[in-house]
Protein backbone atom coordinates (compact mmCIF):
# COMPACT_ATOMS: atom_id res chain seq x y z
CA UNK A 1 0.00 0.00 0.00
CA UNK A 2 2.87 2.79 1.21
CA UNK A 3 5.14 1.27 -1.92
CA UNK A 4 2.01 1.54 -4.26
CA UNK A 5 1.83 5.32 -2.83
CA UNK A 6 4.96 6.19 -3.20
CA UNK A 7 5.06 5.27 -6.92
CA UNK A 8 2.29 7.15 -7.52
CA UNK A 9 4.03 10.43 -5.61
CA UNK A 10 6.86 10.15 -8.15
CA UNK A 11 5.13 11.16 -10.63
CA UNK A 12 2.05 13.40 -8.96
CA UNK A 13 4.49 15.64 -7.86
CA UNK A 14 5.93 16.78 -11.09
CA UNK A 15 1.71 17.97 -12.40
CA UNK A 16 1.41 21.06 -12.41
CA UNK A 17 -0.67 22.14 -9.47
CA UNK A 18 -3.80 23.65 -11.67
CA UNK A 19 -3.64 20.08 -13.43
CA UNK A 20 -4.17 18.50 -10.03
CA UNK A 21 -6.83 21.10 -9.08
CA UNK A 22 -9.05 19.80 -12.14
CA UNK A 23 -8.88 16.34 -10.88
CA UNK A 24 -10.09 18.06 -7.50
CA UNK A 25 -12.62 20.25 -9.27
CA UNK A 26 -14.00 16.93 -10.92
CA UNK A 27 -14.40 15.17 -7.78
CA UNK A 28 -16.50 17.85 -6.55
CA UNK A 29 -18.50 17.30 -9.82
CA UNK A 30 -18.93 13.79 -8.86
CA UNK A 31 -19.98 14.58 -5.54
CA UNK A 32 -22.74 17.39 -6.88
CA UNK A 33 -24.29 14.41 -9.15
CA UNK A 34 -24.09 11.71 -6.35
CA UNK A 35 -24.64 13.59 -3.32
CA UNK A 36 -28.13 12.56 -2.32
CA UNK A 37 -27.14 8.84 -3.21
CA UNK A 38 -23.51 9.37 -0.85
CA UNK A 39 -25.78 11.14 1.80
CA UNK A 40 -27.80 7.97 1.93
CA UNK A 41 -25.67 5.35 2.43
CA UNK A 42 -23.90 7.92 5.12
CA UNK A 43 -27.26 7.43 6.74
CA UNK A 44 -27.51 4.21 6.74
CA UNK A 45 -23.95 3.34 7.18
CA UNK A 46 -23.51 6.19 10.05
CA UNK A 47 -26.95 6.60 11.80
CA UNK A 48 -27.49 9.80 10.57
CA UNK A 49 -30.48 11.83 10.10
CA UNK A 50 -30.69 13.11 6.27
CA UNK A 51 -30.25 16.66 6.80
CA UNK A 52 -27.12 15.86 8.89
CA UNK A 53 -25.75 13.42 5.81
CA UNK A 54 -26.34 15.38 3.29
CA UNK A 55 -24.72 18.55 4.99
CA UNK A 56 -21.39 16.17 5.33
CA UNK A 57 -21.34 15.44 1.12
CA UNK A 58 -21.72 19.33 0.51
CA UNK A 59 -18.68 19.81 3.64
CA UNK A 60 -16.67 18.01 0.44
CA UNK A 61 -18.23 19.60 -1.87
CA UNK A 62 -17.04 23.37 -0.34
CA UNK A 63 -13.94 21.98 0.27
CA UNK A 64 -12.89 20.86 -3.34
CA UNK A 65 -14.04 24.32 -4.32
CA UNK A 66 -11.75 25.80 -1.66
CA UNK A 67 -8.78 23.22 -2.90
CA UNK A 68 -8.97 24.16 -6.61
CA UNK A 69 -8.68 27.73 -5.91
CA UNK A 70 -5.44 27.17 -3.80
CA UNK A 71 -3.94 25.14 -6.62
CA UNK A 72 -3.33 28.28 -8.41
CA UNK A 73 -2.26 29.98 -5.45
CA UNK A 74 0.73 27.39 -4.07
CA UNK A 75 2.95 30.42 -4.33
CA UNK A 76 5.81 31.80 -2.03
CA UNK A 77 7.57 35.06 -1.04
CA UNK A 78 9.72 36.69 -2.81
CA UNK A 79 12.08 37.86 0.53
CA UNK A 80 14.59 41.02 0.29
CA UNK A 81 18.44 39.74 0.90
CA UNK A 82 21.05 41.36 2.19
CA UNK A 83 23.59 40.16 -0.35
CA UNK A 84 23.47 42.69 -2.72
CA UNK A 85 21.85 41.33 -6.27
CA UNK A 86 20.32 38.63 -4.68
CA UNK A 87 16.79 37.90 -3.12
CA UNK A 88 15.57 34.98 -1.48
CA UNK A 89 12.09 32.73 -3.00
CA UNK A 90 10.10 30.64 -1.20
CA UNK A 91 8.93 27.46 -3.47
CA UNK A 92 7.00 24.44 -1.73
CA UNK A 93 7.05 21.14 -2.37
CA UNK A 94 4.65 18.04 -1.72
CA UNK A 95 6.33 15.35 0.73
CA UNK A 96 4.59 12.22 -0.09
CA UNK A 97 1.88 9.71 0.92
CA UNK A 98 -0.81 11.16 3.19
CA UNK A 99 -2.55 8.90 5.95
CA UNK A 100 -5.78 9.75 6.63
CA UNK A 101 -7.60 7.92 9.23
CA UNK A 102 -10.98 8.71 10.10
CA UNK A 103 -13.82 8.52 12.39
CA UNK A 104 -17.42 6.73 12.37
CA UNK A 105 -19.31 10.27 13.05
CA UNK A 106 -17.74 11.92 10.20
CA UNK A 107 -17.37 9.40 7.78
CA UNK A 108 -16.59 11.24 4.89
CA UNK A 109 -15.99 14.88 5.32
CA UNK A 110 -12.85 14.58 7.41
CA UNK A 111 -11.48 12.16 4.86
CA UNK A 112 -12.34 15.16 2.35
CA UNK A 113 -10.84 17.92 4.05
CA UNK A 114 -7.58 16.24 4.25
CA UNK A 115 -7.31 14.44 0.41
CA UNK A 116 -8.25 17.96 -1.31
CA UNK A 117 -5.41 19.72 0.21
CA UNK A 118 -3.30 16.91 -0.03
CA UNK A 119 -3.87 16.15 -3.36
CA UNK A 120 -3.59 19.78 -5.06
CA UNK A 121 -0.18 19.82 -2.79
CA UNK A 122 0.93 16.76 -4.79
CA UNK A 123 0.23 14.07 -2.21
CA UNK A 124 -1.09 11.04 -2.98
CA UNK A 125 -3.41 10.15 0.22
CA UNK A 126 -4.01 6.66 2.24
CA UNK A 127 -7.45 6.80 3.62
CA UNK A 128 -7.50 4.27 6.48
CA UNK A 129 -11.95 4.47 7.61
CA UNK A 130 -13.45 3.87 10.44
CA UNK A 131 -14.12 -0.19 10.40
CA UNK A 132 -17.92 0.79 11.65
CA UNK A 133 -18.04 2.45 8.01
CA UNK A 134 -16.16 0.89 5.27
CA UNK A 135 -19.55 1.34 2.84
CA UNK A 136 -18.69 4.90 2.92
CA UNK A 137 -14.78 5.00 2.16
CA UNK A 138 -15.46 2.31 -0.93
CA UNK A 139 -18.29 4.28 -2.05
CA UNK A 140 -16.58 7.45 -1.95
CA UNK A 141 -13.59 5.56 -3.68
CA UNK A 142 -15.70 5.12 -7.11
CA UNK A 143 -16.38 8.24 -7.17
CA UNK A 144 -12.79 9.58 -6.88
CA UNK A 145 -12.15 6.80 -9.60
CA UNK A 146 -14.78 8.78 -11.64
CA UNK A 147 -12.95 11.80 -11.82
CA UNK A 148 -9.94 10.07 -12.67
CA UNK A 149 -11.26 8.68 -15.66
CA UNK A 150 -10.33 10.88 -18.43
CA UNK A 151 -7.42 12.29 -17.17
CA UNK A 152 -3.66 11.19 -16.89
CA UNK A 153 -3.75 10.36 -13.17
CA UNK A 154 -1.45 7.95 -11.50
CA UNK A 155 -2.70 4.35 -10.21
CA UNK A 156 -2.45 4.36 -6.22
CA UNK A 157 -3.41 8.32 -5.95
CA UNK A 158 -5.92 7.62 -3.30
CA UNK A 159 -6.38 4.09 -1.71
CA UNK A 160 -8.63 2.95 0.66
CA UNK A 161 -7.19 0.73 3.43
CA UNK A 162 -9.60 -1.25 5.48
CA UNK A 163 -9.39 -2.85 8.93
CA UNK A 164 -9.49 -2.80 12.44
CA UNK A 165 -7.01 -0.39 14.81
CA UNK A 166 -4.14 -2.87 14.21
CA UNK A 167 -3.88 -1.78 10.42
CA UNK A 168 -4.28 1.80 11.29
CA UNK A 169 -1.21 1.46 13.62
CA UNK A 170 0.66 -0.23 11.38
CA UNK A 171 0.07 2.75 8.98
CA UNK A 172 0.92 5.87 11.80
CA UNK A 173 4.48 3.48 12.35
CA UNK A 174 5.17 3.34 8.53
CA UNK A 175 8.14 5.28 7.87
CA UNK A 176 7.36 5.94 3.78
CA UNK A 177 3.85 7.98 5.30
CA UNK A 178 5.72 11.46 6.29
CA UNK A 179 2.04 12.98 7.11
CA UNK A 180 -0.76 11.06 9.57
CA UNK A 181 -3.94 12.96 9.92
CA UNK A 182 -5.66 11.28 12.64
CA UNK A 183 -9.69 11.36 13.81
CA UNK A 184 -10.64 10.02 16.35
CA UNK A 185 -10.42 10.39 20.27
CA UNK A 186 -8.11 12.23 23.44
CA UNK A 187 -6.70 8.49 23.47
CA UNK A 188 -6.11 7.44 20.05
CA UNK A 189 -4.50 10.81 19.66
CA UNK A 190 -2.28 10.28 22.46
CA UNK A 191 -0.99 6.69 20.74
CA UNK A 192 -0.69 8.36 17.39
CA UNK A 193 1.83 11.37 18.23
CA UNK A 194 4.61 9.68 19.90
CA UNK A 195 4.81 7.09 17.27
CA UNK A 196 4.92 9.74 14.39
CA UNK A 197 7.06 12.04 16.21
CA UNK A 198 9.76 9.52 17.35
CA UNK A 199 10.11 8.99 13.26
CA UNK A 200 10.48 12.68 12.41
CA UNK A 201 6.83 12.53 10.68
CA UNK A 202 3.98 15.17 11.02
CA UNK A 203 0.57 14.29 12.66
CA UNK A 204 -2.51 16.62 12.27
CA UNK A 205 -4.27 15.64 14.71
Same mark, same amino acid.
Given at each position: ??? &???? *???? !????? /?? +?? @??? #? ?79 ? &???? *???? !????? /?? +?? @??? #? ?80
Amino acid at each position: MVA &NANT *AFAT !WRSVP /AP +VR @GEL #VRRLGEQLRLRKADLARIVQLEAGKIESEALGEVQEMIDICDFAVGLSRQLHGLTIASERPGHRLMEQWHPVGPVAVITAF &NFPV *AVWS !WNAAL /AL +VC @GNP #VIWKPSEMTPLTALATHALFEKACAGMDVPAHLNQVLLGDGTVGAELVASEGVPIVSATGSTAMGRKVAPVVAARFGRSIL
